[in-house]
């Protein structure tokens, strides 16, 4: 009856009715456009000065021409001297299952553009940039297909701007690599310049006319996406929007490295006529690949009671405040007694249960001195609640997920198989 706690994939089985014409350009076309299914949004890409997009809600601007590109090790760069050499569109209107969302029934309808691009270089070479359009978004990423010259290959830049009409309204999130931080008021001129300490998304933006929020999805083999200020103007004023800014893990030695087809993730601008339309949008989770795992039966959502970490005290741990508070076997029993008494299925135990955290040395098949893991189960198990067990993700990384898992079995919590037969 009790498990260790691993967020999911999506299910999103594909369910849809897909039919497309392609039409190859013969000659230069200086511009493409892409209308929504309900003809409101318009996103048109140029190749006038370099690569480059615009987008427009309800026939004003959303995003002001915003070059798009990559750069890669060796000086080369895709996007600085690109022409558009040809073009296919399709439209795609279907449905998938989201298990775990708001609906249990999402709506998958978008007209795509994919934009056959060749860069004017001593050594010219093609990709491709793939355009989406949505009544309540735009999302575009790049393609690098195989081809001679670039068998292998290390991006070292996207060169992905977003640029608003004008110096609005924004909520940033400061740099953390976690994500967990405060998403305060300013104005696009005022967002950070510092690439080594970007922005979190999401993005929010206010436009004269709604919102668009700025986000990734189907973020797979490619080093996250953060963003920093776009830079200045030419009489030194500060250029409205963003460029994205790759952060990749410390032991990486590169953002991005392949030898084969590869494909960005998508790079979102989610649009809404009022903030409310913003809590209920799925276009990210929509975007996503689906889920690959074929056998959801053992996961089972249920409200979860939080241990003591989100009050910022414990009486019986007084040394340790805020964000540094944590449970112990004490405070645990009192949220488990909650959780049964409200009839929540869970209760989450987190960190500090192991320590040290975030270290080589880390083991967790000793819990900490003052978290009784194996008497925890017990009384949970008596008060038929489920335990919920947070893992630092670079410990889970670097002992690995099948020895972690393991381990944390070996101290009273169930493996999967042994969840599967659960009432």
């Known amino acids: 009856m009790f498990s260790t706690f691993t967020w999911s994939c999506l299910v999103r089985p594909t369910v849809a009715l897909l039919f497309s014409s392609a039409v190859l350009l013969p000659t230069r076309a200086a511009e493409e456009s892409l209308t929504s299914p309900d003809g409101r949004i318009v996103v048109t890409v140029d190749d006038t000065d370099g690569l480059r997009y615009r987008v427009a809600l309800d026939g004003k601007p959303a995003l002001a021409a915003s070059q798009l590109g990559l750069d890669f090790e060796g000086g080369f760069s895709l996007g600085r001297r690109t022409a558009i050499v040809g073009s296919s569109r399709g439209e795609h209107d279907g449905r998938w299952e989201n298990a775990f969302g708001q609906r249990r029934t999402v709506r998958d309808h978008y007209r795509e553009l994919t934009v056959t691009l060749r860069e004017q270089a001593d050594a010219p070479s093609r990709f491709n940039l793939i355009v989406r359009a949505y009544d309540d978004g735009v999302a575009l990423r790049y393609e690098i297909?195989?081809?001679?010259?670039?068998?292998?290959?290390?991006?070292?830049?996207?060169?992905?701007e977003f640029l608003f009409p004008s110096d609005l309204t924004c909520w940033a999130g400061n740099y953390s690599e976690c994500a967990e931080n405060q998403y305060p008021e300013k104005r696009l001129s005022q967002l950070t310049a510092n690439v080594s300490k970007p922005h979190v998304l999401p993005l929010l933006v206010k436009?004269?006319?709604?919102?668009?929020?700025?986000?990734?999805?189907?973020?797979?083999?490619?080093?996250?996406?953060?963003?920093?200020?776009?830079?200045?103007?030419?009489?030194?004023?500060?250029?409205?929007?963003?460029?994205?800014?790759?952060?990749?893990?410390?032991?990486?030695?590169?953002?991005?490295?392949?030898?084969?087809?590869?494909?960005?993730p998508w790079r979102v601008i989610v649009l809404a006529r009022q903030a409310s339309e913003l809590v209920g949008n799925e276009l990210v989770a929509t975007l996503a690949t689906p889920s690959q795992i074929a056998d959801t039966s053992w996961i089972k959502p249920?409200?979860?009671?939080?241990?003591?970490?989100?009050?910022?005290?414990?009486p019986t741990q007084p040394d340790f405040k805020g964000l540094n508070s944590r449970g112990d076997t004490r405070s645990h029993k009192e949220y488990i007694d909650f959780a049964a008494e409200m009839g929540f299925p869970y209760q989450l135990i987190d960190?500090?249960?192991?320590?040290?955290?975030?270290?080589?040395?880390a083991d967790l098949t000793k819990p900490a001195a003052h978290v009784d893991i194996p008497g925890l189960v017990a009384y949970a198990r008596e008060r038929n609640v489920r335990l919920l067990l947070w893992i630092d993700s670079h410990d889970l990384d670097r002992q690995g997920f099948d020895k972690v898992f393991a381990q944390v079995a070996a101290?009273?919590?169930?493996?999967?198989?042994?969840?599967l037969h659960e009432p």
């Open 411 to 419: 101290v009273g919590l169930r493996r999967r198989e042994d969840r």
């Open 145 to 160: 297909p195989v081809q001679p010259g670039l068998e292998a290959y290390v991006v070292t830049n996207e060169r992905t």
């Open 351 to 361: 960190w500090f249960w192991y320590e040290p955290m975030n270290n080589p040395k």
């Open 302 to 314: 249920g409200i979860t009671a939080w241990d003591v970490w989100w009050t910022g005290t414990n």
């Open 207 to 264: 436009l004269n006319n709604g919102y668009a929020a700025i986000a990734e999805s189907d973020l797979l083999d490619w080093a996250g996406m953060f963003v920093s200020a776009a830079g200045l103007k030419a009489d030194g004023t500060p250029r409205p929007g963003v460029k994205v800014t790759l952060a990749a893990r410390k032991d990486w030695h590169a953002l991005v490295a392949g030898q084969e087809r590869r494909l960005s």
